[in-house]
């Protein structure tokens, strides 16, 4: 069935680190791909999307690119900063399934000044 | 920015007890959906709803779930008999629909309820 994979956390990076977070996803149409982040105490909130191959989605220095030959939509940023601490979650969903979402695992990122 | 509202921020309720958990989509969105996040766990599907009827549910969303657009605006979820297990938070979200392949739809998630079955 239609799923989403992405790195086991905790991620504990220094601030203004390199930030990737891997995920990768199997599905039988051709989804549009999320990632959302969700702060301490919060809900979740549309980090960025990609809704076909080869788009870049890119939002608050975040960028992930939707890459159809490797399944794939990793989550990067150049320099992470503290306030970047939260858990992330990659996600897609199929128009033809009531575009409901599934969701990765989520990937919980702490940031050190 | 229209946002998804979500009530009650927090309910504890007894075991067997009935819970109506409440969420006002964003106004002119027509699909609505429900998803649940037991603590330190992945966000699951539980229902999604459009024209007054359910399109899609999971196998979470058994006969002790149901859901209502009980007017223009609510849209709830009710659980009728409430299982330990039953403790999580739940999301409700919305979306418009485009039509059309690769359509750019966004679903906006709200803050969530935390339901606490004791």
């Known amino acids: 069935g239609d799923s989403v994979t992405q790195m086991e956390g905790p991620v504990t990076l220094s601030e203004e680190a390199f930030l990737t977070i891997n995920c990768t996803y199997t599905a039988t149409g051709y989804p549009s791909l999320f990632w959302y982040v969700q702060y301490p105490g919060e809900g979740l909130q549309l980090l960025l999307k990609a809704t076909k191959a080869d788009d870049k989605g890119s939002n608050k220095g975040f960028e992930a690119t939707y890459r159809k030959e490797t399944t794939s939509f990793h989550l990067e940023k150049g320099s992470v900063q503290v306030s970047d601490s939260a858990v992330y979650f990659c996600a897609l969903s199929l128009y033809s399934s009531a575009s409901k979402i599934i969701f990765g695992s989520g990937t919980r990122l702490s940031i050190r000044p | ?118």
């Open chain 2, 1 to 118: 920015e229209p946002e998804v509202t979500q009530t009650p921020s927090h309910q504890v309720t007894q075991m067997g007890q009935e819970v109506i958990l409440r969420c006002v989509p964003i106004s002119n969105h027509l699909y609505f959906y429900w998803y649940r996040q037991i603590l330190g766990q992945k966000v699951e599907f539980l229902v999604s709803f459009y024209n007054n009827e359910i399109s899609e549910k999971s196998e979470i969303f058994d006969d002790q779930f149901s859901v209502e657009r009980p007017d223009g605006s609510n849209f709830t979820l009710k659980i009728r008999s409430t299982k330990l297990e039953d403790s999580a938070m739940y999301f409700c979200a919305s979306i418009t629909r485009d039509r059309g392949i690769g359509s750019q739809e966004t679903q906006y998630f709200g803050p969530g309820t935390r339901l606490l079955v004791l």
